[in-house]
Every structure is written in C-alpha cells, then in structure tokens.
C-alpha cells in the first residue's frame, strides 16, 4: 500500500466516506442525546459495520471509525468514561473488519477526533476538566489499535483544536485537519462554525486568524468539513492563503430536523458531486468526501467523477 504522502505528493486525488454517524442513523439506529453514535459501537455492531462496507463498495479509499464522538470525556457524561478504551478499539477493529470483508484496492481506516464535547453541554467545543489526557488517551489508542491516519474534525476554535492536533501529531501518524467555517452575519467574513450556542464566544474566530494560529502545529492536509456547502468555496478560498499543503473539503448538505438527527433537503448525490467537481478544478482540492447528510449513493457519484477526471 503506498503511502498517504506519496500519493498527495503526486498530486492524486483521494476519496473519503460520506457521514457515518447521520447514515448510521438514517438506517434506523437510535443516536444518544449525549455522546450521538458513540455507542452504536457497542449496540449496533453489524450497523457500523455494513456502513463501512457501503462506503468501501461506493468507492471510498478512506473510510472513518465511528470514534468522533467517544473520547473519555464524552462517555463520562454518561457514566461509561471507563469504557473509552475498549470502545474505541472496537470501533477501529470493525472499519478493519470492513476492509477485510470488501475491499478490493487500498483502503485507509482514519480515527476521528472531535471537538464534541456531550451535546447537552453549553459549550461549543471541548475544553472543561480534563479533556487534553482525555484527547491524548484517544489519539493513543487509535494508532495502538492500528489506523492508517487520525483526521481531526470539525476544529473551530484555537484552544481545543490546539489540544486536538497535538495530541493527534505525537503519534507520528499522518494527520488531516478539518476545520468548520460559517459566514458572518455580514455576509462578507468568514468565521469558525458555531451552531450549539450563540451566547458562547469559545469559537468566534477570524477564521483566517485561526488557521494562521494553528498551522504550525503540523498536519499532512488541511481542509473544510463539517460546513455548509455554499460556505466551502468563502472557507476555502481563506484556506488556501494560510496553508500550502494539500487541501480537503468534506461538506455537510441538508437540513438538521432534531430532536431524532435526521437530514432533510440534502443535496442530490448529482448536485453534489458538480459542486466537488468546482472545488477540485478551482482550489486543486485533493481529498473529497461526505460530512453530515451524506451516504454512500453521494460517494457513488463521485467515485464516478474521479474515475472521469482521471481518464
């Protein structure tokens, strides 16, 4: 298998899953107020891992463990902290189970972390009580338990991002950083994403002063994820003057209609696609892929638009 770094030095453009947890949820399995997918894991099993498969099967060659949102200091709100090491490994080995199971070409399995604190909580971002030996743990257990790279998701602040890449970087896997843009009110600057809590000032970056702020810490590529699709290209465009590595865009689409975390008006797997198809030829985009909203039909149509750009 060639390297993650071999293949963005030769300028290849990669391919990630869609959202796992929201396809999780959209083949009928119950998310947690607090810790969302985090325990399909362990009460869901062959769930997590047929989503694997589908992506794999769509065309994914890098697929994400279902470990966005089971860092320790989640699963303490709910009383299962003591439970984060073995649910982690857990998650990892059914993304290596799914390789195994379908894939016939290279696969990379990525851990994710997360910003996420428990979703009950007030803030926007992790960054109460213990959570950089709660982010270390992580980062430690998932490259002991065998991924191919850590993506760090939806950063958007600096303190918690901070501890996020650090912990990520120490282990000397490659590392994507995912960070999470919205339009200001103005309608003209670029801010880091909130969406929980307005009142809470944690994540209100510049988003370029952010990016600039946290650049040094390391990273193979750096992109967008987690962010509206008509925000990506204002987000991107900032991206692009901070960081000269490989770039990476992963959009949510659709609506959020809570409290059961579904997706409605998501964007056709077409749309989608033509808007991916923009960020590559415009920004040299290099790994594309599905946030929230997404499944593997959106990772279809781009497994599609890759084969044909290639040719």
Request: proline share 3%.
């Amino acid at each position: 298998m060639s390297s993650l770094s071999e293949r963005l030095d030769s300028k290849e453009i990669l391919l990630l899953d869609g959202g796992v947890s929201t396809e999780i949820r959209r083949r009928g399995v119950a998310l947690d107020a607090n810790v969302w997918s985090g325990l399909t894991t362990k009460t869901n099993p062959d769930e997590v891992r047929q989503v694997h498969e589908d992506y794999i099967e769509a065309g994914a060659q890098i697929i994400t463990a279902n470990t966005y949102s089971t860092a320790r200091h989640v699963l303490e709100s709910i009383n299962l902290g003591h439970e984060s090491k073995l649910l982690n490994f857990k998650s990892v080995q059914l993304a290596q189970q799914a390789r195994d199971n379908v894939a016939r070409g290279d696969v990379y399995i990525a851990g994710s972390m997360s910003s996420m604190p428990p979703l009950t909580s007030h803030r926007e971002v992790a960054i109460d009580g213990q959570v950089e030996s709660s982010y270390q743990e992580l980062a430690e257990v998932l490259a002991e338990a065998g991924v191919d790279l850590i993506i760090a998701e939806m950063m958007r602040d600096i303190e918690n991002a901070s501890i996020v890449i650090k912990a990520a970087v120490a282990t000397g896997l490659p590392v994507f950083i995912g960070f999470s843009a919205m339009m200001a009110d103005n309608g003209v600057d670029v801010r880091s994403l909130r969406w929980k809590n307005t009142d809470d000032t944690t994540s209100a970056h510049d988003f370029g002063d952010m990016i600039e702020a946290l650049k040094p810490l390391g990273g193979q590529a750096a992109g967008i994820m987690h962010t509206r699709v008509e925000d990506i290209v204002p987000a991107l465009k900032i991206l692009k003057q901070h960081w000269s590595g490989p770039l990476m865009a992963y959009a949510e689409t659709g609506k959020l209609i809570l409290p059961d975390w579904r997706y409605e008006e998501v964007s056709s797997p077409g749309d989608y696609a033509s808007e991916i198809e923009g960020w590559i030829q415009n920004y040299g985009v290099q790994v594309v892929g599905g946030c929230c909203g997404t499944g593997p039909e959106h990772i279809r149509a781009l497994r599609q638009l890759l084969d044909g750009l290639a040719d």
